[in-house]
């Protein structure tokens, strides 16, 4: 007896919104052991006494494997798309100054300066990136990079010995937490590992060491509630004939259906259940003879789904009725006939109450198997359907990740990193206050991702505002004294090795950039430079979190002991530029559930952080 008009698909409203949501359950915080600490530092002498440098990628090869991987792109261009388009690509591509310092034997440094450039053109956000034809293009120039920067081979392998020596003896003093220095080191070494093709176990050492999901969303099984639990209050009516009586009348049935979530590893265990009370006044009709009756039922059902990216499958559903029946008054013209007829149906009435027990029981058990049969029939859905481009485009493997739920939470474990990148060294904290959902991320995500985006790139304002406002930030409000000094736009060379500042330790966030080169109009500063901003949380009289900058931000020229002319000339303005890009407050903005998300519990409502802490290099926030 449950509504097939009225709201029929509360478990398909689940079912969608749940197969993009990512979570992770708690774990014990665990640490770095002494024995894979000990592990890492064998690992890596053995990789140093084993270091094979005829594993390294032979020069000429990759030369040749660009070149042709260059004309499959032009012959891609050529037999798919219209001329002006075609040009357009070249022309953005540039792919012909490699392909001419190749050609004419240029010097090491030409042709690696136009294998970066290349390798830059060839990862961003444009659209048209993700095609097959321009990914095996940059997987050519990937490796046409470290075979130039390793030419002479058996230089290589000594240098990179002693490197994987010098950071054997380092890592035997790491500590138990890993610093963000170790961690950068670490993965400079992975990667070179990977770069110079080596089958070291160090190389799996590193990975298992620092092979924690670095990415965690949660969402609470209160949100899960939200969705599916609603009131039932329907009326129905009643034809049935049981032991010769044809019965007619109305029944309504008041209850509540209710989700649980199931612990369940590789999708999300959910207890669908429905419980109600059941009125119905009904007549009778066995011949001349009338009755009047009235019943009162209590129904339950309940089925188990489990919903993963794969789909929904379903257990059986289960049943149950009890149900009491009252003759309320027998109609006949004939007083023998009204007496017969009640003897009759006293006699009778057992059979009668079980026949429409059962009747009862596979009546709602039917319309809730039809019901909850909805969301199987749902298509399955490709939760990265709609990123997986971007992630191509920016040379991003998909995600490896993990769906699941215990009796508390929906959770989803995900990896963001390439094969030469490492992530987690440790498990995300235990989070002990409630919550709606909330997100960890480590640092190793940011690094990644962004990090490796911006490696070695060159960004103007505009470009650097653009990706701030894609990534959700909102453009800075312009001050009165803005407009009326109108300054110059400015331009910064990232640093190839960790060109973003993220570290979430001891309660505070920083954040930042390092940079090789900096200008501003007429003014150039060739200089290594780290801008950074500290963040703490700060809470407001509605008990909601923000981040808030301690201080100014804060400028650097590593290196340099004391400021020159220039950079002492130039730090200013880089502070003023930069303040804009990390302001007073973050985090200030609430979250806003899309108008286009199915559920009307969800959609349109708005989360406040009510909890952020940064410790041992995650950054937890609770949303509620």
Not at 361 to 385: C, H, I
Request: proline content about 5%.
């Amino acid at each position: 007896m449950v509504s097939t008009q009225q709201r029929p698909t509360w478990v398909t409203l689940f079912c969608v919104a749940m197969m993009g949501c990512t979570c992770l359950t708690s774990t014990s915080h665990a640490q770095i052991s002494s024995t894979d600490r000990q592990q890492m530092v064998n690992s890596l002498r053995d990789a140093a006494t084993n270091f094979d440098a005829e594993r390294i990628s032979d020069l000429e090869a990759s030369k040749q494997r660009l070149i042709k991987r260059a004309g499959d792109v032009a012959d891609y261009f050529n037999r798919s798309t219209g001329a002006a388009n075609r040009d357009a690509w070249m022309d953005y591509l540039k792919t012909d100054l490699l392909l001419d310092a190749i050609e004419a034997d240029e010097s090491v440094a030409t042709m690696g300066r136009e294998a970066v450039a290349l390798q830059q053109r060839l990862i961003g956000t444009a659209p048209g990136l993700e095609l097959t034809a321009l990914r095996r293009l940059r997987d050519a120039v990937n490796e046409l990079i470290p075979a130039l920067r390793f030419r002479n081979k058996e230089r290589t392998g000594e240098l990179l010995a002693k490197q994987l020596e010098t950071v054997a003896e380092k890592f035997e003093e790491m500590d138990s937490v890993p610093s963000v220095d170790d961690m950068a080191t670490a993965n400079l070494i992975l990667g070179l590992l990977a770069e110079t093709n080596q089958v070291a176990y160090a190389k799996d050492t590193l990975r298992q060491r620092f092979g924690h999901p670095n990415v965690a969303v949660w969402i609470d099984e209160s949100v899960v509630q939200q969705v599916v639990n609603r009131p039932v209050n329907e009326v129905r009516p009643v034809n049935e004939c049981i032991l010769g009586t044809t019965i007619n009348g109305t029944a309504t049935m008041t209850g509540l259906v209710t989700a649980n979530l199931l612990a369940s590893q590789g999708s999300v265990g959910l207890n669908v259940s429905l419980a109600g009370h059941v009125v119905s006044h009904n007549r009778g009709y066995n011949k001349p003879v009338h009755l009047r009756t009235t019943g009162y039922g209590d129904v339950t059902a309940s089925r188990n789904l489990y919903i993963s990216e794969s789909g929904v499958s379903m257990e059986p559903a289960y049943a149950q009725a009890v149900l009491r029946t009252e003759i309320n008054s027998i109609s006949h013209k004939c007083r023998l006939v009204r007496r017969i007829a009640n003897k009759k149906a006293a006699e009778t009435k057992p059979q009668a109450d079980a026949i429409a027990v059962e009747k009862l029981r596979q009546q709602v058990g039917k319309q809730f198997v039809s019901q909850t049969d909805e969301a199987a029939n749902m298509p399955s859905p490709d939760v990265l359907q709609k990123v997986r481009p971007m992630l191509q485009r920016l040379d991003i493997p998909e995600p490896t990740r993990a769906l699941g739920s215990t009796q508390q939470s929906i959770y989803l474990r995900s990896f963001v990193q390439r094969n030469d990148q490492l992530a987690a060294p440790l498990p995300p904290p235990p989070i002990q206050n409630g919550y709606e959902a909330a997100l960890q991320v480590h640092e190793s995500a940011i690094n990644n991702s962004l990090g490796y985006l911006l490696s070695g790139r060159t960004m103007n304002q505009a470009q650097l505002d653009k990706l701030l406002a894609d990534a959700g930030r909102p453009a800075p409000v312009k001050s009165e004294n803005d407009d009326e000094e109108e300054e110059e736009a400015f331009e910064i060379d990232f640093a190839n090795s960790r060109p973003i500042i993220f570290e979430a330790r001891e309660g505070k966030i920083r954040l930042g950039v390092r940079g090789e080169r900096f200008s501003q109009g007429s003014r150039d500063l060739k200089r290594k430079l780290e801008i950074t901003a500290l963040y703490v949380p700060a809470k407001l009289a509605d008990g909601s979190i923000i981040l808030l900058r301690e201080g100014e931000v804060d400028v650097k020229f590593p290196g340099q002991k004391r400021l020159g002319v220039r950079e002492a000339g130039m730090k200013a303005p880089i502070k003023k530029n930069f303040s804009k890009v990390f302001p007073d407050t973050l985090m200030d903005q609430p979250l806003v559930v899309p108008q286009t998300v199915k559920a009307d519990a969800l959609r349109g409502r708005s989360y406040r952080p009510r909890e952020v802490t940064a410790a041992d290099g995650w950054l937890t926030v609770l949303l509620r």
